[in-house]
């Protein structure tokens, strides 16, 4: 019924940038908070970037002053513009929205994206 779908990932070489997408669709009466994780291979997912519906945002100390997420919310849609990336950002980037599904009765959910590879050569 909602679906999330990641794009923009790809290769770019060190102190590059990158632009990642996640457009939400389906039955959807509002989204809150957004979010962005990465997988590393052999590491932990970690949250990278948060958004709430209010435009609230918090950032993992690693990418914090070369990241910036954002969201259209008219579109669905939440970014994340990555500058000066580094080897260190390569990862499986992958996107979670909490979704409401229906106002009554209330319905929420947590949403997660197929994820898009990201890959920092150096």
């Known amino acids: 019924q909602v679906q999330l779908v990641e794009s923009g990932g790809g290769l770019v070489q060190a102190g590059g940038s990158l632009r990642l997408s996640c457009a939400a669709s389906g039955s959807i009466r509002s989204i809150n908070d957004m979010t962005w994780y990465r997988q590393a291979p052999g590491k932990q997912r970690e949250l990278v970037a948060g958004i709430t519906s209010g435009d609230n945002t918090n950032y993992a100390d690693s990418v914090k002053g070369r990241f910036t997420i954002s969201r259209d919310n008219a579109k669905k849609t939440m970014y994340l513009q990555m500058n000066s990336l580094k080897p260190e950002d390569t990862a499986v980037y992958y996107c979670?929205?909490?979704?409401?599904?229906?106002?009554?009765?209330?319905?929420?959910?947590?949403?997660w994206g197929q994820g898009t590879q990201v890959t920092v050569s150096s």
């Open positions: 979670n929205a909490i979704v409401v599904v229906s106002i009554i009765p209330f319905r929420s959910y947590s949403y």
